[in-house]
Antibody, heavy 117, light 108 residues
Framework: QLQLQESGPGLVKPSETLSLTCTVS??????????WGWIRQPPGKGLEWIGS???????YYNPSLKSRVTISVDTSKNQFSLKLSSVTAADTAVYYC?????????WGQGTTVTVSS | DIQMTQSPSSLSASVGDRVTITCRAS??????LNWYQQKPGKAPKLLIY???SLQSGVPSRFSGSGSGTDFTLTISSLQPEDFATYYC??????????FGPGTKVDIK
C-alpha cells in the first residue's frame, strides 16, 4: 500500500528558505502513470496547489509562487522535495505531498510549517 | 489559469438530508473534475474523480455529475461521519491544478 510522508523543519524564519521532503513507500516514484505534487493549506483556509513533478524531473509550478518554488526528485531515494524561498508569515501552512494522475488519490498526513522569528 | 468556485460556502443539514454542492469552472474542463472530503486535522480524501466516478471504498451515497463548467456533488442521505469540508479540483490542466474554495457541511 502506497504511503507518503512529509518531513522537514516545523519552524522557519522570515526571508529564509522552507525545505520539505516527501518519502514514498510501498511503491515506486518512477511510475510512468503518476505525477507527484505539493499542496498547502494556511490555517483556516482552503487548499492551494504549489507544484508538481514527474519522475523524469519535469516540473510545473503555480504561477503565483513560481518565482520562489523549486521541486526536485531523487528516484534513488524514492523522494521528492520542495524548496520555497524568501518565506513570510503568509507561507505558514500545513504542507501536503500527494500522488496524482488527475485526482489526488494518495496523500501524506501533512506537516505544519510556521514562519516566525 | 482555470478558476474554480463553489456554492454554498457553508451549509447546515441534518442526518438523513440530501445535500448538493455545486462547483463551477471558469472555462470548460470537460469531465476533469474531482471531489474531496476533508475533516479537521486530516488530509483530504478523494471521493469522486472524472466528475462522476466513485473512488474505491467510498460509500455509494456520494455521487457526482456534470461536465463542461458546471458540476455537482450529492450526498443522498447525510450521515454523521459526512460532516466535513468538501473541495472540488480541476484536473483538466494536469499536472497543474486548481482547487475550489471549499464548502463546509455542519450539523443543523
Amino acid at each position: 500500500q502506497l504511503q507518503l510522508q512529509e518531513s522537514g523543519p516545523g519552524l522557519v524564519k522570515p526571508s529564509e528558505t522552507l525545505s520539505l521532503t516527501c518519502t514514498v513507500s510501498g511503491g515506486s516514484i518512477s511510475s510512468s502513470s503518476y505525477y507527484w505534487g505539493w499542496i498547502r493549506q494556511p490555517p483556516g483556509k482552503g487548499l492551494e496547489w504549489i507544484g508538481s513533478i514527474y519522475y523524469s524531473g519535469s516540473t510545473y509550478y503555480n504561477p503565483s509562487l513560481k518565482s520562489r518554488v523549486t521541486i526536485s526528485v531523487d528516484t534513488s531515494k524514492n523522494q521528492f522535495s520542495l524548496k520555497l524561498s524568501s518565506v513570510t508569515a503568509a507561507d505558514t501552512a500545513v504542507y501536503y505531498c500527494a500522488r496524482f494522475s488527475g485526482g489526488m488519490d494518495v496523500w501524506g498526513q501533512g506537516t505544519t510549517v510556521t514562519v516566525s522569528s | 489559469d482555470i478558476q474554480m468556485t463553489q456554492s454554498p460556502s457553508s451549509l447546515s443539514a441534518s442526518v438523513g438530508d440530501r445535500v448538493t454542492i455545486t462547483c463551477r469552472a471558469s472555462q470548460s474542463i470537460s469531465s476533469y473534475l474531482n471531489w474531496y472530503q476533508q475533516k479537521p486535522g486530516k488530509a483530504p480524501k478523494l471521493l469522486i474523480y472524472a466528475a462522476s466516478s466513485l473512488q474505491s471504498g467510498v460509500p455509494s451515497r456520494f455521487s457526482g455529475s456534470g461536465s463542461g463548467t458546471d458540476f455537482t456533488l450529492t450526498i443522498s442521505s447525510l450521515q454523521p461521519e459526512d460532516f466535513a469540508t468538501y473541495y472540488c479540483q480541476q484536473s483538466y490542466s494536469t499536472p497543474r491544478s486548481t482547487f475550489g474554495p471549499g464548502t463546509k457541511v455542519d450539523i443543523k
